[in-house]
């Protein structure tokens, strides 16, 4: 069946760039029709949408986020990468990567957490 795991610092300073990875398994990231997307969920707030990236390697961004991110792929390695830069503390959340298609988000990772605090 298909896993996600997310990794990466749980800590990260003021203006420097947040890495993670997620890393999948039983499936494959450049599956037809599918793309991977990564969510934030601050705390005591809302899912809010970070941005995926296609079957075709494409990448696409919540607007407000969007001069700060980038999603990327490992296809070697089934990896899913965001880079988020120039981070305050609004930006500390669980981050999740998240599978979907036709069926809607099927997959999810167990989500990590990220803290920006200097």
């Known amino acids: 069946q298909v896993q996600l795991q997310e990794s990466g610092p749980g800590l990260v300073k003021p203006s420097q760039t947040l890495s993670l990875t997620c890393t999948v398994s039983?499936?494959?990231?450049?599956?037809?029709?599918?793309?991977w997307s990564w969510i934030r969920q601050p705390p005591e707030k809302g899912l809010e949408w970070v941005g995926v990236i296609s079957d075709d390697g494409k990448s696409y961004y919540n607007p407000i986020l969007k001069s700060r991110t980038s999603i990327s792929r490992d296809t070697s390695k089934n990896h899913v990468t965001l880079e988020l830069n120039s981070v305050t503390p609004e930006d500390t959340a669980v981050y999740y990567c998240?599978?979907?298609?036709?069926?809607?988000?099927?997959?999810w990772g167990q989500g990590t957490q990220v803290t920006v605090s200097a």
């Open positions: 998240a599978g979907h298609g036709d069926y809607g988000y099927e997959y």
């Open positions: 039983g499936g494959s990231i450049t599956a037809s029709q599918y793309a």
